[in-house]
């Protein structure tokens, strides 16, 4: 059985005491409420990392992630914080390829490839995100630009490796617009992907990979999307800055 998981992504949002605030309202939400199957994570902004990993020790289906890893082991990169430090603070989850890092700081397939690989040199779990443009679907060519996406940055994996990596899949015209991809939309394109996967490595390897949903989930529309049978859970953006929204979401199975 592959794993449920939501993931919130912060972005660039919240300051240490309101991100502390608000980890420990979600925190203490999913000890009373949230099925123990379910993987919450919350991905946060580096500075914040280490303490907010403090406020969910000790519990069990709660981790915190970075939103990012830089793709050199170490080095002259101003600015930039690597796999093996996040590794250091006891990061275990980093989301890899958002579309807003594709966009706004020009990052391709090539790149995104090397920073999976130092994910899995550090032992930080990979939530790889991938999703086509409006053109792109109006084009019809959703199918292939994601495929493409997933080819290029992940089939250099072994069958092991590929196995832990978390997909999300994320519309990019979905992304903080208000606007989702229905439920159909979101299974067609998971089973989609599921099947990219199955015919590189096998069925087995595609049936455990968790396949997650992202742009403009929320509470009203959750359980629909994650009824789909490739749909595993969700990438949360605007949703996970409301603790009782983004809780709401991870009970939405
Ligand atoms: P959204 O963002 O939920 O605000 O649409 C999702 C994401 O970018 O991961």
């Known amino acids: ?7 919130g992504n912060w972005k660039m949002n919240k300051d240490l005491h309101s991100g502390r605030v608000l ?5 203490n939400m999913v000890a009373d409420e949230v099925k123990p199957d379910v993987q919450v994570i919350i991905c946060a902004p580096y500075i914040h990392l280490t303490s907010l990993g403090a406020i969910i020790e000790g519990r069990n289906n709660i981790a915190i992630g970075a939103q990012n890893l830089h793709q050199e082991v170490s080095g002259a990169y101003t600015g930039e914080i690597s796999a093996s430090m996040l590794q ?10 958002h579309s807003e890092r594709r966009e706004y700081f ?3 397939d090539a790149l995104i490839s090397k920073k999976i690989d130092q994910a899995f040199e550090n032992n ?3 939530i790889y995100c991938c999703g086509e443009t ?4 109006e084009a019809d060519n959703h199918f292939a630009v994601v495929n493409k996406q997933i080819s290029d940055a992940l089939f250099h994996l072994s069958e092991d490796q590929i196995k832990q990596v978390i997909i999300a899949y994320e519309p ?36 455990a990979i968790s396949i997650l949903y992202g742009g403009s989930c929320k509470p009203d529309n959750a359980k629909e999307i994650f009824a789909g ?15 009782r929204d983004f809780v709401d979401i991870c009970k939405s199975f």
């Open 124 to 126: 930080i779990t990979p």
């Open 172 to 207: 990019v015209w979905a992304i903080g617009t208000g606007k989702t991809a229905t439920a159909e939309q979101a299974q067609e394109m998971h089973k989609n992907i599921r099947e990219h996967l199955s015919n590189k490595y096998s069925k087995a390897a595609a049936d």
């Open 229 to 243: 049978a490739d749909v595993d859970g969700g990438l949360i953006g605007g949703a996970s800055l409301k603790s």
């Open 88 to 97: 250091s603070i006891g990061i275990n989850y980093a989301i890899i390829g």
């Open 23 to 27: 980890t420990s309202e979600i925190s």
């Open 1 to 7: 059985m592959r794993k449920k998981i939501v993931a």
């Open 106 to 108: 020009g990052e391709s």
């Open 134 to 137: 409006l053109d792109i679907r």
